[in-house]
């Protein structure tokens, strides 16, 4: 299915206020457009990612998982393209082989492009993404080598399509609030709810949903881009699901027929939905989503005006310690359990280059939405909520932060949450297939090479001003 989109440009100046009109009109319509949508469900009941405990291949559907595109030119002709995608996260090699061919194809630059998931954990093991998790037979992974290269395709053409489907547009922008998160790492799960109700929850959490309205030239919404720091985690069956994202999703194309509705998750990854384990959890979180954003879309959003700046870096974020080779293959002759799958993981990565890095190439990528409209930063990983705080906190709160995004290669704990350990501050890299816990100084580094960005964008849209 394709969908064509719209959104708003920069004032002119005129000597009358009639004249004043007209040319912001014309201005507005010098926004180009377009969206795209692409059905990415397994076409054949292959093994489920999200939870080390899956021991068997999907059983059937809940929803269909999707992969969504929104192209956005401005004024001076600069282009950006925003992908979602119905997925726990893709890695790294996927990532720079469509960012390749988006490239060769239609001229886009690494920084204009960005590939984000809404992290679902009712969907597929996807290529090398929390692989080393997992123990297939031969036939399951063909199936995930399979849907890999199906999906590089699919992604590349719907990325062609956005591109194509561009009209007159205009843009605006807001922000409301969902209460559903909950910090994981401080609430007890069971007593989640009672905490709520007292109004005792703890532990950071970041309620606020940025919403992103495209529009054409006759006021029809066409596309609704908005985001939520919380982990989709309300199912953990055997069908595939979108979970609460696919649900938003759903509730908000019924409720704005003809507009192209697309999640991206945010620094979620120390949230949780709290209650959870239920299809009719997933809707009811899905409805609230939808809920906020239809609240802001009724209000008074801001147009989006000047022009847009990109910026794409990959940073080195370095590991606390490396095994040896000799501990890696007394652990992988274990048999089975995540450490020795962990192991076997890091000896075909020493056997194909030689060596384990002690650094890993992170992916930081920030876009400046007009003069007036927000920084929006897409970070890769897993981002516990911290750095959104952070960001927003020095940045200004015109701040989007997403996390999941171009590649999911392992959590990112901020130096509170490495010192204090667990799962997010270093429990979960055995599943992820990396060597140790990251050293403490990555917060610093990520924050610093986000506020870099974020300077550069912004002197390039006053500059172009």
Known sequence: MTVRGLGSGTLVLAVSLAGFLLGAADARAQWQAGAATENITPQQLMWMSGYGARDRPAQGKQTDLWAKALALTD????????????????????????????????????????????????????????????????????????YAARLESQLVELIGRSLENRQPARLSWGEGMATFAVNRRNNPEAEGPQLREQGKLVGPADYAV???????????LKAIVCGYACH???LSDYEWSGDWPGYAQIALEEKYPGAVAMVWAGCGADQNPIPRRGVE????????????????????????????????????????????????????????GAEAGRARHLLAQWDR?????????????????????????????????????RLKAEIGPATWVAGYANDVMAYIPSRRVLGEGGYEGGGAMVYYGQPSPWMPEVEEKIVGEVRRQVEGVRRAVRGVE
């Open 75 to 146: 004024p001076s002709g600069n282009t950006i393209v925003l992908v979602t995608m119905d997925l726990v996260g893709i890695d790294r090699g996927l990532s720079q082989r469509v960012a390749k061919q988006a490239e060769q194809r239609f001229g886009l630059a690494r920084s204009q492009l960005a590939l984000s998931t809404t992290h679902t954990h009712s969907g597929p093991v996807v290529g090398e993404n929390l692989a080393a998790m997992y123990s297939f037979n031969d036939q399951q992974a063909k199936l995930v080598r399979d």
């Open 210 to 220: 940025p919403v992103l309205a495209v529009r054409d030239s006759e006021d029809e």
């Open 353 to 389: 280059q030689g060596e384990l890095s002690a650094v890993y190439p992170y992916p930081v990528q920030v876009w400046q939405l007009g003069r007036n409209g927000p920084a929006f930063v897409l970070l890769g990983g897993e981002v516990v909520v911290d750095y959104a705080l």
């Open 281 to 336: 959890l997933a809707q009811q979180y899905g409805a609230e989503l939808a809920d906020a954003v239809g609240e802001v879309l009724a209000g008074v959003t801001q147009p989006i005006e000047g022009s847009l700046a990109h910026h794409y870096a990959e940073i080195e974020i370095s590991f606390a310690s490396l095994p040896t080779r000799e501990q890696l293959e007394s652990t992988a002759a274990t048999g089975e």
């Open 232 to 234: 989709a985690t309300v």
